[in-house]
């Protein structure tokens, strides 16, 4: 693939702002940072090897962007020990004083197959906007991003027990939600 | 499914053996971070043995991961 020109980018503004938003759930945070990642390939666009694709080659651009922005955010809002208490909080609450399970999970049959219904994304995206922002970015760094233990905890200043507990906490509330919201009907 | 809680006799080894659901999601979820040392992985399948919500919730959690990737890609 030859060396991309500004429209052969712009094509791909949709698919880069709904994955920023996603992760940074700040819709203004999201443009800035598609903008700078756009900016940034239009500026590079000479390096552009063609081994990947065009959204492959931005994805990664704005990956590096959206870490940056997290981690300024959490320059700004350094994580609270009410915040990380409140996690932990979050927790005992979906397990009894005894330390069994609130709500029993069940059994979800074959989840997969929901991958292909539309209607269970709607549900999914709902479920997801449940969890705090905060939780939600941290979350979205582990799994989207695929970033490590130790480079989430580098990025944020967090030790490895805080995050364990705020992805416990989204896998938790993620779970629940699903369960209730689309696998209980179903099963 | 409330109502199919660990039965009674279950209830008392699984209490003996020092992990209940609270701590075994815990380290359910922290072994899609890390690798678990032999005796947390002993504990933990001993109680998955016993304990057919937290083996729910270990399908669960592979299940979030795939579909928030799937998510990601689409």
Redesign the interface.
């Known amino acids: 693939m030859s060396s991309p020109d500004d429209e052969d980018l712009q094509q791909h503004r949709t698919y880069l702002l709904r994955y920023a938003i996603v992760q940074l759930r700040d819709s203004e945070l999201a443009e800035d940072v598609v903008q700078e990642t756009l900016l940034a390939a239009l500026e590079g666009r000479a390096r552009f090897s063609g081994k990947s694709t065009h959204k492959t080659w931005l994805t990664g651009i704005l990956k590096h962007k959206i870490i940056d922005a997290m981690r300024r955010k959490s320059r700004e809002q350094p994580l609270t020990a009410t915040e990380d208490e409140s996690e932990a909080d979050a927790i005992d609450a979906m397990f009894k004083q005894d330390g069994h399970w609130q709500q029993f999970p069940a059994s979800w049959g074959n989840p997969e197959k929901s991958l292909e219904d539309k209607r269970f994304w709607s549900v999914f995206e709902a479920c997801s906007q449940l969890m705090p922002a905060r939780t939600a970015r941290v979350f979205m760094m582990r799994e989207v991003m695929e970033l490590s233990t130790e480079e989430i905890c580098k990025e944020l200043s967090i030790t490895p027990t805080n995050l364990w507990v705020m992805l416990h906490r989204a896998r938790l509330s993620l779970r629940e939600c699903l369960e209730i919201k689309w696998f209980g009907g179903k099963t | ?2 109502g ?2 660990v039965v009674r006799g279950q209830d008392v080894k699984l ?1 003996m053996l020092g992990l ?4 075994a ?2 380290l359910l ?2 072994a ?3 690798t678990l040392g032999p005796y947390e992985r002993l504990k933990l399948r001993l109680h998955l043995g016993l304990c ?3 083996t ?2 270990r ?3 592979e ?10 890609d689409s």
Do not use: H, T, W
Not at chain 2, 20 to 23: F, G, H, R, T, V
Not at chain 2, 64 to 72: E, W
């Open positions: 499914m409330p199919n809680q209490r209940s659901c609270k701590d999601s815990a979820s922290q899609q971070e890390r057919d919500g937290c729910n919730f399908r669960q959690l299940f979030i991961r795939a579909a928030v990737r799937r998510y990601r």
